[in-house]
Protein backbone atom coordinates (compact mmCIF):
# COMPACT_ATOMS: atom_id res chain seq x y z
CA UNK A 1 0.00 0.00 0.00
CA UNK A 2 2.84 2.50 0.52
CA UNK A 3 4.32 2.16 -2.97
CA UNK A 4 2.48 0.50 -5.35
CA UNK A 5 5.60 0.87 -8.10
CA UNK A 6 7.79 -1.36 -5.69
CA UNK A 7 8.62 -4.67 -7.61
CA UNK A 8 7.47 -8.18 -6.79
CA UNK A 9 11.52 -8.98 -5.94
CA UNK A 10 11.34 -5.67 -3.17
CA UNK A 11 8.15 -6.61 -1.59
CA UNK A 12 9.28 -10.05 -1.57
CA UNK A 13 12.68 -9.16 0.57
CA UNK A 14 10.04 -6.95 2.89
CA UNK A 15 7.86 -10.13 3.49
CA UNK A 16 10.30 -12.71 3.47
CA UNK A 17 9.05 -14.36 -0.07
CA UNK A 18 10.64 -14.57 -3.52
CA UNK A 19 9.54 -12.60 -6.18
CA UNK A 20 7.59 -15.45 -7.72
CA UNK A 21 5.55 -16.11 -4.43
CA UNK A 22 4.60 -12.46 -4.05
CA UNK A 23 3.13 -12.07 -7.68
CA UNK A 24 1.17 -14.89 -6.83
CA UNK A 25 -0.14 -13.69 -3.79
CA UNK A 26 -0.76 -10.00 -5.73
CA UNK A 27 -2.64 -12.07 -8.79
CA UNK A 28 -4.96 -13.79 -5.97
CA UNK A 29 -5.64 -10.54 -4.24
CA UNK A 30 -6.91 -8.70 -7.55
CA UNK A 31 -8.91 -12.12 -8.35
CA UNK A 32 -10.79 -11.87 -4.78
CA UNK A 33 -11.24 -8.23 -5.17
CA UNK A 34 -9.05 -7.37 -1.90
CA UNK A 35 -7.09 -5.57 -4.51
CA UNK A 36 -9.04 -3.12 -7.15
CA UNK A 37 -6.31 -1.93 -8.82
CA UNK A 38 -2.61 0.33 -8.78
CA UNK A 39 -2.88 3.50 -9.32
CA UNK A 40 -1.24 7.22 -8.65
CA UNK A 41 -2.89 9.20 -5.87
CA UNK A 42 -3.36 12.90 -7.94
CA UNK A 43 -3.60 16.06 -6.05
CA UNK A 44 -6.98 17.50 -6.83
CA UNK A 45 -5.75 21.15 -6.37
CA UNK A 46 -2.61 20.56 -8.78
CA UNK A 47 -5.32 19.68 -11.33
CA UNK A 48 -7.41 22.91 -10.55
CA UNK A 49 -9.84 21.17 -9.04
CA UNK A 50 -9.18 22.39 -5.22
CA UNK A 51 -13.05 23.56 -4.26
CA UNK A 52 -14.61 20.71 -2.83
CA UNK A 53 -18.42 20.49 -0.57
CA UNK A 54 -19.97 17.25 0.81
CA UNK A 55 -23.92 17.13 -0.39
CA UNK A 56 -26.38 15.53 2.01
CA UNK A 57 -29.41 14.42 -0.88
CA UNK A 58 -32.88 14.03 -0.25
CA UNK A 59 -34.53 12.29 -3.14
CA UNK A 60 -38.29 12.34 -4.14
CA UNK A 61 -40.06 8.76 -2.83
CA UNK A 62 -38.58 5.89 -2.55
CA UNK A 63 -35.41 5.80 -4.78
CA UNK A 64 -33.00 2.63 -5.29
CA UNK A 65 -29.51 2.93 -4.84
CA UNK A 66 -29.03 2.22 -8.73
CA UNK A 67 -31.41 5.35 -9.89
CA UNK A 68 -29.27 7.71 -7.51
CA UNK A 69 -26.15 6.34 -9.08
CA UNK A 70 -27.32 6.63 -12.25
CA UNK A 71 -27.94 9.99 -12.05
CA UNK A 72 -24.95 11.14 -10.55
CA UNK A 73 -22.38 9.34 -12.64
CA UNK A 74 -23.00 11.86 -15.76
CA UNK A 75 -21.77 14.74 -13.44
CA UNK A 76 -18.16 15.30 -13.61
CA UNK A 77 -17.65 17.10 -10.49
CA UNK A 78 -18.88 14.27 -8.57
CA UNK A 79 -15.80 12.33 -7.46
CA UNK A 80 -17.93 9.77 -4.64
CA UNK A 81 -21.53 9.06 -3.69
CA UNK A 82 -22.72 7.24 -0.90
CA UNK A 83 -26.19 6.09 0.72
CA UNK A 84 -26.28 6.82 4.07
CA UNK A 85 -28.32 6.49 7.09
CA UNK A 86 -30.21 9.10 8.63
CA UNK A 87 -32.50 12.05 6.98
CA UNK A 88 -30.97 12.68 3.72
CA UNK A 89 -30.90 9.44 1.23
CA UNK A 90 -27.46 10.38 0.17
CA UNK A 91 -23.95 11.74 0.69
CA UNK A 92 -22.26 13.54 -2.51
CA UNK A 93 -18.94 14.39 -2.75
CA UNK A 94 -18.04 17.05 -5.44
CA UNK A 95 -14.89 18.69 -6.61
CA UNK A 96 -14.95 21.43 -8.82
CA UNK A 97 -12.36 24.68 -9.86
CA UNK A 98 -13.97 27.28 -7.89
CA UNK A 99 -16.68 28.47 -5.93
CA UNK A 100 -18.88 29.87 -9.16
CA UNK A 101 -18.07 26.35 -10.82
CA UNK A 102 -19.21 24.23 -7.19
CA UNK A 103 -22.16 26.84 -7.77
CA UNK A 104 -22.77 25.57 -11.72
CA UNK A 105 -22.38 21.91 -10.10
CA UNK A 106 -24.60 22.16 -7.48
CA UNK A 107 -27.39 23.62 -9.29
CA UNK A 108 -27.34 20.88 -12.09
CA UNK A 109 -27.10 18.27 -9.03
CA UNK A 110 -30.53 20.06 -7.56
CA UNK A 111 -31.83 20.12 -11.07
CA UNK A 112 -32.24 16.31 -11.26
CA UNK A 113 -35.86 14.71 -11.09
CA UNK A 114 -34.64 12.91 -8.39
CA UNK A 115 -33.83 15.55 -6.11
CA UNK A 116 -35.87 16.83 -3.66
CA UNK A 117 -33.53 19.00 -1.72
CA UNK A 118 -29.85 19.43 -0.49
CA UNK A 119 -27.59 20.29 2.18
CA UNK A 120 -24.36 21.72 1.33
CA UNK A 121 -21.21 21.76 3.44
CA UNK A 122 -18.14 23.28 1.78
CA UNK A 123 -14.22 22.04 2.81
CA UNK A 124 -12.36 24.52 3.87
CA UNK A 125 -9.19 22.88 4.63
CA UNK A 126 -8.39 19.09 4.35
CA UNK A 127 -7.33 18.08 8.16
CA UNK A 128 -6.51 14.04 7.68
CA UNK A 129 -6.79 11.93 4.26
CA UNK A 130 -5.30 8.07 5.38
CA UNK A 131 -5.73 4.89 3.22
CA UNK A 132 -7.15 1.85 4.77
CA UNK A 133 -4.34 0.06 6.84
CA UNK A 134 -4.94 -3.81 7.56
CA UNK A 135 -5.69 -4.35 11.13
CA UNK A 136 -2.52 -5.69 13.39
Known amino acids: MANARSSY ?10 APAVKRRVDRL ?18 GWGTEAFVEVTCNGNITPARIRARLEPLPEVVAAYTVSGAAD ?29 VSTVVLSRLLERPPTPEA
Open 90 to 118: AIVHLRASDIHHLETALERLRGLEIVDRT
Open 9 to 18: ADIGKVVGLS
Open 30 to 47: LETGVLRGFTAVVDPEAL
